[in-house]
């Protein structure tokens, strides 16, 4: 590329990073002024503890974005398939399984419910249908793009059949009352802070560790042979990738359960927005998924205050977003064949 064209890559870059800045900045201000109870800056008596409760769901909703979009741009890039994502491989429903199996073995030996320290579990059970997904979607070494997904979707049907097992084998009260709720994306506000802070600092060191790579990235999608040629370790760049992807998923399931398609959506918006390359489509990617989870949570408190219901699990936000456009990629593979 000629240095006038990198030049004016690189301000477009720029532009649009900013641009995308902007708009987390206008999630996260609407977050904090949309309330499921009133509109605007919350005063009086209670006024305190209503600005802590939409703070605590606007940063989860901001570490939960950030971790599952630049989880899927992992998986994307360790599996060269854009159609990858934490839910439909089934890592986010194996995070919830893994957190539930800890839940229920806690039950059992010490007769109590120990649900909100479950971020052991939730990296097993990913981790674990992370390699399953990943050793069954390879074809004489190839990994192929249906197989993949036909695996994801089934791995994830099976954990989300074991999450609701484990849910009633305790009893008619469950281990989880708000099971529904849960398994569909539910940004708790009242997670502690130390968790809050553990896994945002993970989750920002994923993206870190993932900017630092994003060069290895870019030649990781080319065939193994020219990346090798060009000095990359491809091996130990895919075990980082099924690491990261990995630990990023479970942390997003510990704060807010398996949420659909943000780790699909956002980096495909991205890389249509700020093209391949990994480094400007990982701030992207963040920043897109923390607008996104953030923006459905504050469409959630405000459909709660206009027409006074119940506050919806914002999975079904970023489902509606996320389904149409996850058929919309599909799309070049369905309906092939010869006439």
Known sequence: MSEPAAHKSGLRTVVVVSLLVLVMLTAVAARL???????????GVHGDIVVRDRVMRMLIGLIVGVALSVSGVSLQTLLRNPLAEPYIL?????AGAGIMVQSY???LIRDELAVGTNAGGAVIGAATIMLIVFLAGRRRGVIDPLGLLLTGVVLSTICGALILMMNYL????????DISRWMMGNLDG???????MLLGSVTAIGLVVLIYFSRAMDVATTSDAEAGSLGVNLPRLRAMLFAVASLLAAGAVVLAGPIAFVGLVCPHIARLMLGPRHGPLLIGSALLGAAL???ADTASAGLHLWLGIGLMPIGIFTAIVGGPAFLWMLRPQLGRGDA
């Open 105 to 107: 073995l806690h039950y």
């Open 90 to 94: 089934g890592l986010s429903t194996g």
């Open 190 to 196: 009242d997670a502690g802070g130390l968790s809050i």
């Open 170 to 177: 305790v009893g008619p009260g469950g281990i989880r009352d």
């Open 33 to 43: 002024l949309i309330g499921s109870a009133d509109l605007g800056w919350p005063t």
């Open 293 to 295: 989870v953030i923006t």
